[in-house]
């Protein structure tokens, strides 16, 4: 009689339940960096590009997850992630200042830059009571900081691997701009859940494309994007701020 060997498999290490907290934390929607008011031209998309379905709105939000978060903003992410558990300074700097400059219209630019403050201002009252942490916080304040640098000081703060930190920021936004999506098509809450389940399938191969982006392959281009954003600042009537 032929008998089947078990090999047993080897879990991964568990995350601490309290880097788990925070980066459930940081993900949320209720984080008072006030997130919810943007549509990230989502809005002027439904007026002008015709995104005015469930099928048309999951797929501009696919396409803004692998074309413009996954090249950009999450590969800084990662990259200012390991900057700043390095104390490597001078290439936060950098990043900082890539993120600020690839911003193709006024809004965009004072979305990040109001985000960031937001989030140095919350993470300025998790941790007074920390020198250490105190220290690179203040630092974030004065580059001046944008979202996704931001938001990767408060995630080197954890012990979550580099991964896991991207996971929970991109699942974050695409929480929000599904939020942003069924009150500017407008959709129900149940078409809000479907998109929401078909950018949490495209999830993973977007983190994976941005842990393996460096300096030279970031890229910020989204042509269409950067006219409708424009668009949006004169739009006549707007639930968003961008």
Known sequence: MNTIAFIPQTAPAALPANSL????WLASPALPVGGFS??????????RAGVDTEATTAAWLVDQLKLSQARGDMA???EALVAWRAQDYAQVRRLNDWVLHTRESSEMRLQTEQMGRSLGDWLRNQH???TEAMRDITLLAVLPPTYPVAFALAAAMT???PEDVLLAYTFGWAENMVQAAIKSVPLGQNAGQRILAQLAA???QAVAHALQVRDDDR?????????????????YSRLFRS
């Open 159 to 161: 012990q979550a691997r």
């Open 76 to 78: 800084v992410l990662h």
């Open 128 to 130: 007074a009571g920390s």
């Open 38 to 47: 943007y549509s990230e031209g989502l809005e002027i998309a439904v007026e």
């Open 21 to 24: 907290l925070q980066l459930i």
């Open 202 to 204: 495209a999830i993973p």
């Open 219 to 235: 890229q910020a281009f989204s042509p269409m994007l950067a006219i409708l954003s424009a668009q949006h600042e004169t739009q």
